[in-house]
């Protein structure tokens, strides 16, 4: 077969298929800026796929309008001027093409006098010489145009604020120095500019051109590829442990980050902690006593299901012994230690955890707990008898002087026998955290399956998943993981030709869209462009075979 030969139609069809995605480095002038005596260029380069930055600067080193003027009476206008913008632009549709907005930063440094700026803007540059720079930042916006392959035509408008800190002097070219000033000023800015890319490259789609080949008479179409669409992927997230699972359900569960140390026991709410309770004077555990038995049920079983968790690093009980105001205060201190180590020793027993994992804690009398009791309204006690309560309690520090004031009253001291202290002789505050390690699958899906895909390398992902039945498990349950494997599977099967794993990659992929991927819902996007595109590819690539 000859080589094809193009002709003057397959040139003048491929020119106007270019499309107007330039990439790359552009170089640029503002026409304005030159119109006002001062050379100026700028370099603009592309950083993302809306995003460039660039410079520009301007220098005017004569001090007339033109550097050929004359110095004359009658023109005495003295400008020299050196400036600097850095910018960064967002194009909104595509780099170097349509509406775009900016940010810049601005530098200049100025010896001016007897210049008149349009709309009375800078009177002093017309009765004075000022020397000096100014430093500022602004925004723009404007709107591009393409010309040709390389050229296009830019304007843009925008407004910067910033200090000025200058000399003024007497007149244009002479005079005694009058003042150093400092002011805040806006500068406006208005710029159309010339600008050229110097290379030009189109977007890559596919498209047929018509050539023809030596000594044939009917023509041949050919093809491009098509480029695949870009994959989007998000980071799976970590499957939820025991703990995790038992902390939504149980307040008294928590993360070991949330471990603060007890300095003030306020009344435990039941739904937020766990205690046990005692009979009076005692610290012998009875799970027969009170609720006794369903609480350390709860709590022995929680133990075992998180200690059981391969993800589990760490594992504590924190357990607070307490006693109520009755009786000495050595005796109660005490009292409250041993109840919290009943507790202790009880839970080790039951679930075989060391006893290094449990916090002992006695925090004694429960006159932080009575006070609250009080502000709460006394449980039912008499407004009055309430606030003698509180009366003895802000007047006295002194637990025992406390109690026997208390004692002194034998019809007020019945209210708070019989109101307020029995929930007081406790263990009260039991509360189990816990520690979880990384969890494995989401790292291997997040770390090696990743890269893979993001590399392309997507038979590779594909045996990487198949390979290891925690990362299909995943896949089953989390729409990320769901999403990763339907675009592995997917481009492998266009690999294999293989139309049936091809369909099975899309009803994956739409699963996970359905499940809340946007990823996903992504990918099925480009899927629809980028598959008919490659079939009709393919189908050209086997025509021309048979030819």
Not at 56 to 72: H, Q, S, V
Request: aromatic share 10%; proline share 5%; with cysteine.
């Amino acid at each position: 077969m000859l080589a094809p030969t193009p002709t003057r139609s397959q040139e003048r069809s491929a020119s106007e298929d270019t499309v107007k995605a330039r990439t790359g480095i552009s170089i640029k002038s503002n026409l304005l800026w030159s119109a006002a005596a001062e050379p100026n260029l700028a370099v603009e380069i592309p950083v993302g796929e809306h995003v460039t930055v660039g410079v520009a600067a301007g220098i005017k080193t004569w001090p007339r309008w033109l550097f050929w003027d004359n110095d004359t009476a009658d023109n005495d206008v003295h400008w020299r001027n050196f400036a600097v913008v850095p910018q960064m632009r967002y194009y909104f549709s595509k780099i170097y093409d349509g509406w775009f907005a900016g940010v810049d930063f601005v530098y200049t440094h100025f010896n001016v006098g007897n210049v008149s700026f349009p709309f009375g803007m800078y009177p002093d540059a017309k009765d004075y010489r000022l020397q000096g720079a100014f430093w500022g930042a602004g925004i723009t916006a404007g709107h591009t145009w393409w010309l040709g392959e390389h050229w296009r035509i830019e304007a843009e408008a925008g407004v910067a604020g910033g200090l000025a800190a200058y000399d003024r002097y007497d007149c244009a070219h002479c005079g005694s120095k009058l003042a150093d000033e400092r002011k805040a000023v806006a500068v406006p800015k208005v710029g159309i500019s010339i600008a050229y890319n110097p290379v030009a490259r189109s977007q890559r789609r596919s498209r047929s051109t018509t050539v023809y080949l030596s000594g044939e008479t009917s023509p041949l179409t050919l093809m491009s590829p098509p480029v695949a669409f870009v994959v989007h992927l998000a980071e799976v997230a970590s499957a939820p442990t025991v703990g995790d699972n038992l902390a939504t359900k149980s307040p008294w569960v928590l993360p070991v980050g949330n471990y603060r140390p007890l300095d003030y026991l306020t009344r435990p709410g039941r739904d937020s902690i766990l205690y046990v309770q005692y009979p009076v004077d005692s610290y012998a555990l009875d799970p027969s006593f009170g609720e006794n038995g369903k609480t350390l049920e709860a709590l022995t079983a929680a133990l075992k299901e998180i200690g059981a968790d391969a993800r589990t690093n760490e594992l504590m009980v924190s357990v607070v012994g307490l006693a109520s105001i009755e009786g000495p205060k050595v005796r109660n201190d005490s009292l409250a230690v041993r109840r919290a180590r009943a507790v202790a020793d009880y839970l080790a027993e039951q679930t075989g955890l060391p006893r290094r994992n449990f916090e002992v804690i006695g925090k004694g009398e429960a006159w932080d707990w009575f006070s609250d009791q009080l502000a709460a309204g006394g449980d039912g006690m008499d407004s009055q008898d309430v606030t003698r309560l509180q009366e003895i309690l802000a007047s006295t520090s002194d637990s025992d002087e406390r109690e026997r004031k208390i004692r002194s009253d034998a019809r007020l001291y019945r209210q708070v026998v019989d109101n307020l202290l029995s929930d007081q002789r406790n263990a009260g505050y039991i509360r189990v955290y816990y520690g979880t390690a990384p969890d494995p699958v989401a790292g291997k899906m997040n770390g090696e399956v990743a890269s893979l895909l993001k590399a392309k390398r997507y038979r590779e992902a594909v045996r990487v998943l198949q390979a290891d039945p925690a990362l299909l498990e995943r896949v089953k349950t989390d729409a990320e993981a769901m999403n990763a494997y339907g675009v592995a599977l997917y481009f492998t099967a266009l690999d294999n030709h293989d139309a049936a794993a091809e369909a099975e990659a899309i009803a994956l992929l739409k699963k996970a869209a359905e499940k809340g991927s946007t990823c996903a819902a992504t990918n099925l996007k480009g899927i629809d462009t980028y598959g008919p595109a490659r079939k009709e590819y393919e189908a050209w690539q086997q025509a021309l075979k048979e030819e």
